[in-house]
């Protein structure tokens, strides 16, 4: 439910043709056929990008190059997209496919060894002996949703292991990154400073094991990030200076939903603070710049377009406590933009279309920059497009329009 994979996690049944108005309007596309985007995002985009020998995902495709990347801890993230499949079309290979690529990120990008009292903590590919409290987040969150659609008792021994890093991440001040060369933690440098990542994360946990210890966890890591709210409201979680895209669905999302489920007002306050700052700074095609300092100036203007729709998911989470438009508004403005970066012929890039492995893709960047077309971005295009029309056609079925 917190994660979320599916609309079904959020009590959203899949639209039916009959309910398309405030989709067309909202989104300007029909219901139907942005549902079968999505889908061919899936089975061709990211299916090309799966290794079958390997069980596992490459992370995004370069259309200038014609290369894969290397396979990484993104497939802790990406796996979410099979299950996403699964839970909408019922498919079981995707989520096989899932199973795998999780399988593989455990296998090759956790640290596991005995020895080490830091086991659970998940690597990158960028410096091998640093472990990160945002990925390790990631990795726990796939492994609750797969133990609620497969239980295996490994997932809640993988899960314990999680929990250890991330507990160790709180008990240092809640950190971000663990340096295995120095045994040292720091949260400044090549550290994400998420708290909503952790949050969610043991939000999922609790509901997959029914254990509400992890829900005081989530409220921790949550109370931590109100000590970070600057006074205009934003959460500057890079150095303490710089507010970035990445790092703020998550955050949203966690705000609102330990004020769901704790009833204190507090946490819902500061989400309205924090929404009101991005509607704010949204820019007018529904887009933020990936990078903001505190100054208030756009520091990396450049577009991570997958951040929008999931930022979107966390407006809708917003609008359905609060009831103000505004955000949903800003939700159908964010999709939108998100839409317009699908590499079709009606997409902002109708670029190396001939290049099997680009349609139906989503573009890394806009601009351009690298002409990558990422799998972790996908995850959010798909289940970000999905919710948001599906919640939608929602309120036009209950005659909310």
Request: charged residues 25%.
């Amino acid at each position: 439910m917190y994660a979320p994979v599916s609309s079904a996690d959020w009590d959203l049944a899949p639209a039916s043709s009959t309910a398309d108005g405030s989709v067309r309007a909202c989104l300007g596309v029909p219901y139907d056929e942005l549902e079968r985007r999505c889908r061919l995002a899936v089975y061709e985009f990211l299916c090309r990008c799966y290794d079958e020998d390997l069980g596992a995902l490459h992370h995004y495709y370069r259309a200038d190059t014609r290369e894969l990347s290397k396979i990484d801890s993104g497939n802790f993230l990406m796996a979410l997209c099979f299950l996403t499949m699964y839970d909408r079309y019922g498919d079981e290979s995707m989520l096989h496919r899932a199973e795998s690529c999780y399988r593989w990120a455990y296998d090759n990008c956790t640290e596991t060894h005995p020895m080490f009292t830091w086991q659970g903590g998940v690597r990158d590919g960028f410096v091998p002996t640093e472990l990160y409290t945002k990925y390790t987040s990631d990795a726990l969150t796939t492994c609750a949703v797969l133990h609620q659609r497969a239980p295996r008792d490994e997932y809640l021994h993988h899960a314990a292991q999680y929990h250890n890093f991330l507990k160790q991440a709180r008990k240092a001040g809640f950190m971000a990154t663990y340096h295995r060369d120095s045994y040292r933690w720091s949260d400044h440098g090549f550290s994400w400073n998420t708290f909503g990542g952790p949050a969610i994360a043991y939000l999922e946990l609790r509901e997959a094991t029914c254990d509400d210890r992890f829900l005081e966890h989530a409220k921790a890591w949550v109370d931590h990030g109100l000590e970070l709210q600057a006074d205009d409201g934003a959460f500057y979680l890079l150095d303490d200076t710089f507010w970035n895209s990445d790092l703020t669905a998550l955050e949203l999302r966690a705000l609102v939903f330990i004020h769901e489920l704790t009833g204190e007002q507090r946490f819902l306050e500061a989400a309205v603070r924090f929404a009101g700052w991005l509607l704010r700074r949204q820019r007018e095609d529904g887009a933020w710049p990936i990078g903001i300092d505190r100054d208030g100036e756009v520091v990396a203007p450049n577009v991570g377009p997958g951040d929008m729709p999931n930022i979107a998911m966390s407006l809708v989470r917003l609008h359905r406590n609060t009831g103000d438009e505004h955000y949903l508004e800003a939700a159908a403005r964010a999709c939108r933009y998100a839409i317009g970066m699908q590499a079709i012929p009606e997409g902002r890039y109708p670029e190396y279309l001939d290049d099997p492995h680009v349609k139906w893709g989503f573009w890394s960047w806009d601009p351009l920059y690298d002409h990558s077309l990422s799998g972790d971005q996908l995850v959010h295009h798909v289940r970000g497009l999905l919710l948001v029309a599906d919640y939608l056609a929602g309120r036009e079925t209950d005659g909310a329009e």
